[in-house]
């Protein structure tokens, strides 16, 4: 009889003192599943601060970012699904839900929020809708794509100025109302941390608030740096088939919206790094009856996770980039790169770092990453489950955009 592996067993190393019972359960699915949900509440949050703030220079963003927040909702359970031993059974919050529960509140959150950025989406482009709808009207072998429009535009064929401005009301009060669902949606995540209390690392008020800063910083930095790669990819076709004049018009535009941008990821950024390190020093300063065991971790174990990599190259150097004057393009992409990385670091010194050590405080745990898989759960918790999860986004985008194109068309 083939002997029972337990989960987490192929990838824990323990040293030192650790109960036999103990593993690192909690693996990179775990730390992407804040990560992603924290793109989809920074993404909504940045077309909001148009939509809502009426913040005119972040007008060409919007929309983008709106589209981009859609594509990345599905993804943001696609963690929680591939860490689940019985997946099938995660339908069954959603079906019994009740508030004791933060996982069956998050189904709740989850959903109602799905409903509103497709609600915001559809005000957003009925006008197109009806647009397109008139337009493939005749066109030879247009009737597919024109009765998909006809779906979408749901009967709603008035584009008077009067039906358009109802429109724009109505995106405002969904996007003022998302603004705080989106907080709570990823809140949540931190709200499960930490409400831990046998976890000392995790253990912690400001838990919630530095995720949501978090995830507003890392949506607005990857909406950037997707929009970059689209207005590049742009520059290379137009300098291909119109020359030089026509890869200078889309620079100048990306120039500008990537500037305006970058104004409000730096102070979202000062504000996430602030509310970090105020939880570190109160950790320091409180010195609980577990901080020897937790200094050690993040003096030593740790050292390089977070104050190299998290602190370092994930805050402190894109803060600079950013802050120097006559920011470019190619400065600012490397710098929103990094933000990235820093952010995805926070979650994984938060969810592998909290396992690190023993309850014993006497033992610790290191994570080796399943690199090339042998079984189903070294695929789903290894590099290949990782990479599923971070490409499934930008397909998602690319297919939504054949659709609801989230910038104008060449």
Excluded at 147 to 157: C, E
Excluded at 268 to 289: C, N, P, Q
Excluded at 318 to 338: C, H, Q, W, Y
Aim: glycine residues 8%; hydrophobic residues 55%; positive net charge.
């Amino acid at each position: 009889m083939d002997p029972i592996v337990v989960h987490g067993a192929e990838w824990t190393v323990k040293e030192l003192f650790v109960y036999p019972n103990e593993f690192i359960y909690w693996a990179i699915q775990i730390v992407l599943y804040p990560y992603m949900t924290g793109l989809v509440a920074g993404a909504f949050v940045l077309s909001s601060m148009y939509h809502v703030f009426g913040q005119q220079d972040l007008k060409e963003l919007a929309r983008f970012s709106l589209v981009f927040s859609l594509a990345l909702l599905p993804v943001a359970t696609m963690p929680l699904l591939l860490h689940l031993q019985q997946p099938f059974r995660a339908i069954h919050v959603l079906f019994t839900p009740h508030f004791t529960s933060a996982i069956s509140a998050f189904g709740i959150v989850f959903s109602t929020y799905g409903l509103l950025v497709i609600s915001e989406i559809w005000f957003v482009y009925r006008r197109y809708f009806v647009e397109r709808v008139n337009g493939l009207e005749g066109v030879p072998g247009a009737g597919l794509k024109r009765g998909l429009y006809k779906v979408l535009a749901m009967g709603a064929y008035d584009i008077s100025e009067e039906a358009i401005a109802k429109d724009k009301k109505a995106v405002k009060i969904l996007a003022a109302f998302g603004i705080p669902i989106a907080c709570f949606l990823h809140g949540y995540a931190g709200f499960i941390f930490g409400s831990v209390k046998a976890n000392a690392l995790w253990m912690s008020p400001l838990m919630p608030v530095i995720f949501i800063m978090s995830a507003v910083v890392s949506g607005i930095a990857l909406c950037m740096l997707t929009y970059i790669l689209i207005m590049e990819w742009r520059k290379f076709q137009r300098r291909r088939h119109a020359g030089e004049s026509g890869a200078r018009q889309i620079a100048g535009t990306e120039q500008e919206v990537i500037s305006k941008a970058s104004r409000y990821l730096l102070g979202f950024l000062v504000a996430a790094i602030s509310l970090e390190l105020l939880d570190l020093i109160f950790r320091g300063y409180t010195a609980m009856k577990s901080w020897d065991i937790l200094r050690s971790v993040m003096y030593g174990k740790d050292f390089a996770n977070i104050f190299i990599y998290q602190y370092g190259l994930g805050n402190l150097v894109p803060f600079i980039l950013l802050l120097i004057p006559g920011t470019s393009i190619r400065r600012t992409a490397v710098a929103l790169v990094l933000v990235l990385f820093g952010v995805f670091m926070m979650r994984w010194n938060v969810v592998i770092g909290g396992q690190a050590f023993s309850l014993s405080f006497a033992g610790y745990m290191h994570y080796h990453m399943p690199i090339i898989p042998h079984d189903l759960a070294t695929f789903k918790e290894g590099l290949p489950g990782a990479l599923l999860v971070a490409v499934t986004p930008f397909v998602l985008f690319w297919a939504i955009n054949r659709v609801v194109p989230s910038l104008g068309r060449d």
